[in-house]
C-alpha cells in the first residue's frame, strides 16, 4: 500500500464538512468559543478589533473566509496557513493528523474556558 501524499489529504480534506475544522482553529487562536456561523460576521483571528469584520461563505466541503478588516481571504489551508504561519503542505498535514486520520471531524469542540 502507497503511503498517502499531500494531495491525497488534500483530496480528503476537500470532501469532508469543513465548519468544524474551522471552529478548531479558531478556538484554538482563543479568539472566541462561540460557535462560527456561515455568512455570519465574527472577530477576524488575525488582528485585533473591535468589531466583527471576517465571515465564511461557501457549502459545507467548499468554505472560504473573507476579513473585511485586514482584506485576508481564501480557503481552509490558507485559513490554517495564516494561523500557523506555516506553507499548505504543514497546514494539509496538521488538518489531516487532527481530524481525518483517527476520524475526529466535528469532535474537537471548543477549549476550555479560562
Not at 506553507?87 to 476520524?103: L, N, P, S, T, W
Amino acid at each position: 500500500m502507497r503511503q498517502q501524499t499531500t494531495r491525497d489529504k488534500a483530496t480528503v480534506i476537500r470532501n469532508i464538512d469543513q465548519l468544524p475544522i474551522y471552529e478548531f482553529y479558531y478556538w484554538q487562536k482563543g479568539v472566541s468559543n462561540r460557535s462560527l456561523r456561515m455568512e455570519k460576521m465574527f472577530p477576524c483571528c488575525f488582528h485585533d478589533e473591535r468589531t466583527a469584520s471576517m465571515h465564511l461563505h461557501g457549502a459545507n466541503n467548499n468554505i472560504f473566509f473573507k476579513c473585511f478588516g485586514c482584506g485576508k481571504s481564501g480557503d481552509l489551508f490558507k485559513f490554517v496557513q495564516f494561523l500557523m504561519n506555516c506553507d499548505f503542505k504543514a497546514a494539509v498535514e496538521d488538518i489531516y493528523e487532527r481530524f481525518c486520520r483517527h476520524g475526529m471531524i466535528g469532535l474537537a469542540g471548543p477549549p476550555p474556558k479560562r
